[in-house]
């Protein structure tokens, strides 16, 4: 009788249940039952209600702050390693802290690093994330990472939008090559904002390098927090001719007055994923599910096909 590989078991942390959900349900499968239970002081202890001995488990959250995003994952996986799963995989659709990537100035950590190594100890044996802000923090981990684009999501959608005169943007330069990737997929021009911070989230000054006159453009971003380079953005290319401009940016963390400067700006729509819950009520922000693109990959994983497909660019 041939080998029957048992099916895996599906959990998701607190913050991300509702993805965790979508996902389980293209998967085939429901979420695993764990409990949370909470101290007077904002302590927590996870607690799996069902064996998992043995089992190739996936853990579902996102690690965007608070802190405690991060640490329910850490504490998740640990309680899987000491409860003997097989192999055990972290399903980070957003990598949180992955900013900090590298020393920009004297005597600041590079918190990425850490959180890599936080995971691994904690049990991690594979990790699958998406849209990582920088591409060597793969290079962090010892432990195999499944880096996915949500260009797979995007660019069958601005497809189907039809735009003539076409036109991809950065909002700085960091972000060239993601932008040079969908103009060729799109066969389109590319132009780049080039920006300088006073501080974090401050934008002392920005210009235009490239003609967006009479063109539709499109600013692509890993992701937006604040919102205040892809507003600022916006209003700079439409004072420089532009027919419209949208933005694709694959995680939404949209904190501070993200909501208001978007619903404000001169951007015809915002389109992001759900890899962190999103206000999907206002007008001007449009949300694509990746619960189905990590529900392929999880199963191509647990059955050790190629996941090649899933990497456009």
Not at 54 to 78: K, V
Not at 156 to 175: E, Q, R, T, V
Not at 277 to 288: A, C, N, S, Y
Request: hydrophobic share 40%; aromatic share 8%; proline share 4%.
């Amino acid at each position: 009788m041939a080998y029957q590989v048992p099916e895996p078991k599906i959990f998701a942390c607190t913050q991300s249940v509702d993805l965790g959900t979508k996902i389980a349900a293209s998967y085939g499968a429901d979420l695993g039952n764990i409990q949370f239970s909470r101290y007077s002081d904002g302590e927590f202890q996870p607690s799996f209600e069902e064996s998992i001995r043995g089992a190739r488990i996936f853990i579902i959250g996102s690690t965007n702050p608070s802190s405690e995003n991060l640490m329910e994952m850490l504490l998740m996986l640990d309680a899987a390693k000491r409860a003997s799963a097989r192999h055990i995989t972290a399903v980070m659709p957003y990598f949180g802290w992955a900013r900090q990537d590298r020393k920009d100035k004297p005597r600041v950590p590079i918190a990425a690093k850490l959180v890599a190594k936080m995971l691994e100890t904690a049990g991690a044996t594979r990790i699958i994330t998406m849209d990582l802000h920088a591409d060597q923090i793969q290079g962090f981990f010892e432990k195999p990472v499944d880096h996915l684009f949500a260009s797979t999501l995007f660019l069958p959608y601005l497809k189907g939008l039809h735009l003539d005169n076409l036109c991809i943007a950065s909002p700085d330069m960091g972000g060239s090559k993601r932008a040079y990737a969908y103009s060729k997929a799109l066969e389109c021009d590319v132009v780049i904002c080039y920006k300088q911070r006073a501080k974090a989230n401050v934008i002392s000054h920005m210009e235009l390098i490239g003609d967006v006159q009479g063109k539709n453009v499109v600013l692509v971003d890993d992701m937006v927090d604040t919102a205040g380079t892809l507003t600022k953005a916006a209003d700079l290319m439409m004072e420089r001719g532009a027919e419209s401009v949208r933005a694709v940016t694959t995680h939404g963390l949209l904190s501070g007055k993200a909501y208001e400067r978007i619903e404000k700006s001169k951007l015809s729509e915002l389109i992001v994923t759900d890899s962190i819950p999103i206000d999907e009520t206002k007008k001007k922000i449009k949300v694509l599910s990746c619960a189905d693109l990590f529900a392929d990959v999880m199963h191509r994983v647990h059955h050790n096909t190629s996941i090649s497909s899933k990497f456009l660019m």
